[in-house]
């Protein structure tokens, strides 16, 4: 029997059985509100920065479904990333957070 197996979960998929099931509704309505809430609360600079477009951050956040050992999760993350390829919400959330904001509501 495998031991290694990789389990990917579509995001259409889990957002059309959200329809019909209770537990997947609750779990995209969550994602979704942190979502919102994250992008709401995203730093945007004027007039971009390093080279990025204003709003490259919050346009750059979004949600993942996946499925560990105990259960299905949505996970919230950018992959917005600077110039040389560093985590660019990392940056951003040390001066003014956003995500950990919206995680607590």
Do not use: C, H, W
Request: glycine share 8%; no cysteine; proline share 7%.
């Amino acid at each position: 029997m495998a031991s290694n197996v990789r389990v990917v979960i579509n995001k259409r998929a889990i957002e059309a059985l959200a329809s019909t099931n209770e537990v997947a509704k609750v779990l995209v309505d969550r994602a979704t509100d942190i979502q919102g809430r994250a992008q709401a609360d995203a730093p945007v600079s004027p007039t971009g920065s390093n080279g990025r477009r204003p709003g490259y951050l919050r346009a750059n956040i979004r949600v993942k479904y996946g499925k560990d050992a105990r259960s299905g999760y949505a996970d919230v993350r950018t992959v917005a990333r600077t110039p040389r390829g560093f985590p660019y919400g990392r940056l951003q959330e040390q001066r003014q957070p956003y995500l950990k904001p919206a995680l607590g509501q």
